[in-house]
Nanobody, 116 residues
Framework: QVQLVESGGGLVQPGGSLRLSCAASGITFSRYAMSWFRQAPGKERELVASITSVGSSTNYADSVKGRFTISRDNAENMVSLQMNSLKPEDTAVYYC?????????WGKGTLVTVSS
């Protein structure tokens, strides 16, 4: 059974930092490209950051470039998202995604709220 379990969400003040983690099981993790998506209330889900299967390349949404960093540990089957200089507009449910075409899996999400 495939499981992607996110953790690390919570309430943070503007300018603060959070680190999200996603623990994967039931897949050969090193085969999968991993991504973080987010969905704010009333908005569509959007790609935040992605990393290739071996971690050789990353990609970021323009809105988070320079503030967020995605990384992975294939030995631990983990992908992380370090979020710095958080803004209120970063408030959303953040989802972990694993993709190895045609396979595509999602976690249940973790809520990040940026508010004073």
């Amino acid at each position: 059974q495939v499981q992607l379990v996110e953790s690390g969400g919570g309430l943070v003040q503007p300018g603060g930092s959070l680190r999200l983690s996603c623990a994967a099981s039931g897949i050969t993790f090193s085969r999968y490209a991993m991504s973080w998506f987010r969905q704010a209330p009333g908005k569509e889900r959007e790609l935040v950051a992605s990393i290739t299967s071996v971690g050789s390349s990353t990609n970021y949404a323009d809105s988070v470039k320079g503030r967020f960093t995605i990384s992975r540990d294939n030995a631990e089957n983990m992908v992380s998202l370090q979020m710095n200089s958080l803004k209120p507009e970063d408030t959303a449910v953040y989802y972990c995604n694993a993709r190895w075409v045609p396979l595509n899996y999602w976690g249940k999400g973790t809520l990040v709220t940026v508010s004073s």
